[in-house]
């Protein structure tokens, strides 16, 4: 009788460790449940915070800056002849590590187009013609170009060593008149005619 007693206690353990077992089961899952729900409700009530202030700046955020490999691009538009005008540059020392409000400020006569940190775009219009209108004429025997401004005044740019005692009687007489060329490519071509 003695081991049916001790069986008797050993089931009645095993049954009462099952049970402990369950319960404790029940209580972890229902406590991870109740958290779980703790946390979808504080990441819907930080959604909707957030909704509400998109238009807030959030502190340390990181603005661009200009970096050492860096190119300012100075961009100008003449509105008399409706030419470009693209200068790229390499960013100075002292334009290293700014940001967009420093190249406005440097920069007051140009318009900032585009910012990022390796490239930065100035651009500005200019009421008046590009320095890329010529003339072609004759100089002292020779081929001459000369560079045309707004108001049509001519100044001496170059003159080349071509001689003009070998050009046909026309050829004298446009260069007389004086040939215009708008670009260096025009000019070169144009020039390219009397060799």
Request: a negative charge; glycine letters at 6%.
């Amino acid at each position: 009788m003695k081991k049916s007693i001790l069986v008797g206690y050993i089931f009645a353990a095993i049954i009462l460790g099952v049970t402990m077992g369950i319960i404790i089961h029940v209580a972890n899952d229902n406590k991870l449940e109740e958290a779980t729900l703790k946390e979808v409700k504080i990441a819907e009530d930080y959604k909707n915070s957030e909704d509400k202030n998109k238009n807030v700046i959030q502190a340390g955020s990181a603005k661009e800056k200009s970096s050492p490999n860096s190119s300012i691009i100075f961009e100008t538009y003449y509105n008399k002849c409706g030419h470009a005008e693209v200068k790229k540059e390499t960013i100075s020392m002292q334009d290293v590590n700014k940001e967009e409000d420093y190249f406005v400020e440097q920069y007051p006569e140009w318009s900032l187009k585009n910012f990022k940190s390796d490239e930065i775009t100035l651009y500005k219009e200019v009421n008046d013609i590009c320095k890329k209108h010529y003339v072609i004429r004759e100089k002292d025997g020779y081929i001459a170009i000369y560079t045309v401004d707004g108001e049509d005044k001519e100044t001496l740019k170059e003159v080349t060593d071509t001689l003009v005692k070998y050009l046909p009687q026309e050829d004298l007489e446009l260069l007389k008149r004086g040939i215009r060329a708008n670009g260096d490519r025009e000019l070169s071509q144009k020039l390219g005619d009397f060799e």
